[in-house]
């Protein structure tokens, strides 16, 4: 069982970015699944949906559900981030059947969109489709709100040449939806027996050293396809009718070494990221860049990264976007110390540092136990990163779910909570910080951590206040304020602007190792003599002690 926990965890990690080593590593976790199913052949049944805490810090939990399914064919996947306006939510997932009926496996078959109430949970409405029959299957893409309605492209299956289903071929279609009612007022779809019409790639494998779901997004006079081709980035313009207008490419920034991951992510005012990450033989050095293009697929600005993540690293990728911040995340594994370290770096929309944080699995602490899963989170209301863990240690205790913040070289932990019963577990599919620092989850629940069993997905709302997001950091809050560093990074001297006499200055390097305590002269560190690298600058004032991260160069 020790080798479930890190194994799931490392999965997570690559699941989330690099296809390749997913696929590698699902072969070996099959393996695993086999032992594990073996010695643990009796599951059982879930018992909360959905998910329950012992505490009471859930606001809200929206179940996701198909009817006319069973309680062990829901699996309803997240197709896009929520839309959040004012007070309201719009969530958007895509059903997939997993269980053969008739014979027959249809996979990704229908959707399901609901509009709630952000503060109070309440289901205003929601609109399912179940499209169970080969060539005729639809599922979202990417929503937009227009005025009083919400436009919706969809991929729709191609017409398959014989049985089996040809979900790698497929046409854009459109629905339009009242958003007061969620009722279907529009939609366009496309002749299917036209030979003549393009057909898109939907979301199949034709990936290079990492790569993104190619998406449809809707325009104002049709569509746009965008897939990531050779060396560059593929931009299909399409009528509503799916005729192709024209195919647009624009080239990559030039990079240094061979690429390994490439995301990229249309953002609210139509322009593009385009977040690379290469490497270098052996993991001897890496190369990140984030780029950006405006509307019309022109080169903006290309900011690099590279400066601000620290080596050793022995694998690395790009995390996840949201709200405007975006992670950058390395792996390193120490076969030594027999550790394996977790890191993610927080960049912001113009390529600012913001923040990092680590968790190192430790051996004989973090590979026992049932199962672990980490995620991280932008905490939008500190401006910082969080590490979230959700755990099983014995299966006759209840899983865990704690939330950490960073405390100097060291990890605080904010928040622990219990899941109600011991056969309830669950893992972070999405998350997302409201401005008051209320969580929202799309999770996962399961009895099986192995990845065969049954899921069952739920929105949840966490209490931002409960979780000690807010209430837990106010004196910390307050002497952030106060105290501003710049430039960070720094070449040569960093400025301390609104520390006080009384204060006390130590500098510790990213492993835990202090530096010295520096002399300040007009407000002045002297960092000159540091090697390029993350550093942590601790601020003691009476008993008020507080941490603040700075680059070097």
Not at 22 to 36: A, C, E
Not at 52 to 57: A, I, R
Not at 269 to 284: C, E, F, G
Not at 444 to 449: I, K, L, N
Request: with cysteine; glycine share 6%.
């Amino acid at each position: 069982m020790a080798i479930l926990f890190v194994v799931t965890n490392i999965f997570n990690f690559y699941f989330n970015n690099n296809l390749i080593i997913y696929n590698i590593m699902k072969t070996n976790l099959n393996l695993i699944i086999i032992i594990f199913l073996a010695m643990h052949s009796k599951l059982n049944a879930q018992l909360n949906l959905p998910l329950k805490f012992k505490e009471d810090v859930i606001k809200w939990s929206e179940l996701s559900w198909m009817e006319e399914q069973g309680k062990n064919d829901q699996f309803i996947l997240m197709s896009s981030p929520p839309i959040i306006t004012d007070d309201t939510l719009y969530l958007f997932m895509n059903y997939y059947q997993k269980e053969v009926e008739n014979g027959k496996n249809y996979g990704y078959c229908g959707y399901t969109i609901k509009k709630i109430n952000k503060v109070s949970g309440e289901k205003y409405w929601e609109t399912k489709r179940k499209y169970k029959e080969y060539g005729n299957r639809k599922m979202l893409s990417q929503p937009r709100i227009k005025n009083g309605t919400i436009e919706v492209a969809l991929y729709d299956e191609a017409l398959a040449s014989g049985y089996g289903t040809d979900w790698y071929e497929c046409y854009p279609v459109y629905i339009v939806m009242d958003r007061l009612t969620g009722s279907i007022t529009d939609s366009s779809y496309v002749d299917k027996t036209d030979e003549v019409l393009p057909r898109l790639r939907s979301f199949g494998d034709l990936y290079f050293t990492g790569s993104t779901r190619p998406t449809i997004y809707m325009s104002d006079n049709g569509y746009l396809h965008l897939r990531q081709g050779f060396g560059e980035i593929l931009s299909s313009k399409i009528e509503i009718s799916g005729d192709l207008i024209r195919v647009d490419s624009f080239k990559f920034p030039n990079f240094k070494y061979n690429p390994w991951v490439i995301k990229f992510e249309k953002v609210a005012n139509d322009s593009l990221w385009l977040i690379m990450l290469t490497r270098a033989q052996k993991w001897t050095d890496i190369e990140v860049l984030f780029s950006k293009y405006d509307k019309d697929m022109n080169l903006d600005t290309t900011y690099n990264l590279s400066k601000y993540i620290p080596k050793p690293y022995t694998s690395a990728g790009i995390s996840r976007s949201d709200n405007g911040y975006f992670t950058v995340a390395t792996g390193y594994i120490d076969f030594d110390a027999k550790t394996d370290k977790r890191s993610e770096y927080m960049f912001d929309s113009n390529g600012n540092f913001l923040d990092s944080i680590s968790y190192t699995l430790r051996p004989g602490i973090d590979d026992i136990g049932q199962y672990g899963w980490l995620w991280t989170l932008f905490d939008r209301a500190n401006n910082r990163l969080l590490m979230t863990k959700s755990r099983q240690i014995k299966r006759s205790e209840s899983t865990y779910f704690e939330i950490y913040t960073n405390d100097g070289d060291k990890l605080k932990t904010i928040k622990r909570i219990e899941v109600e019963g011991i056969r309830d577990h669950f893992r972070i599919d999405h998350a997302t910080m409201l401005d008051n620092g209320d969580i929202l989850m799309y999770i996962h629940q399961f009895t099986d951590p192995s990845g065969f069993g049954d899921r069952w997905y739920s929105w949840v709302l966490l209490d931002g206040a409960k979780m000690n997001i807010i209430s837990s950091t106010k004196e910390e809050i307050t002497t952030r304020k106060r105290l501003i560093i710049f430039p960070n990074p720094a070449t040569d001297y960093i400025t301390l602007s609104g520390l006080t006499f009384t204060s006390k200055i130590s500098i510790y390097a990213a492993d835990g190792r202090q530096i010295g305590s520096p002399v300040i002269h007009d407000d002045q560190i002297d960092v000159s003599q540091l090697t390029a690298g993350l550093y942590f600058l601790r601020v003691t004032d009476g008993a008020n002690v507080s941490n603040y991260k700075f680059m070097k160069q």
